[in-house]
């Protein structure tokens, strides 16, 4: 089981209330959400990083037969 811990946070109502309206979901919900995508962010950033440093040795049509 994943270890969770309770935290109190102040956060301005008015961008909590636009959060939670993006999202659709409760306080608890729309907090962890935020939490994924900062933290996914970051993972894209570093990425981005890698971009042109990697050589594929394979081909788009060669990926599309693949699939059948």
């Known amino acids: 089981m994943e270890t969770q811990r309770k935290i109190t946070v102040y956060v301005p109502e008015d961008l909590l209330r636009r ?4 999202t659709g979901k409760g306080i608890t919900a729309t ?14 950033e570093e ?12 081909n788009l049509k060669d ?6």
């Open 19 to 22: 959060a939670q309206e993006s």
């Open 31 to 44: 907090i962890r959400r935020g939490l994924e995508m900062l933290s996914a962010s970051k993972a894209y």
């Open 47 to 58: 990425l981005l990083k890698l971009r042109g440093k990697i050589k594929f040795s394979t």
């Open 63 to 68: 990926l599309r037969e693949d699939r059948r």
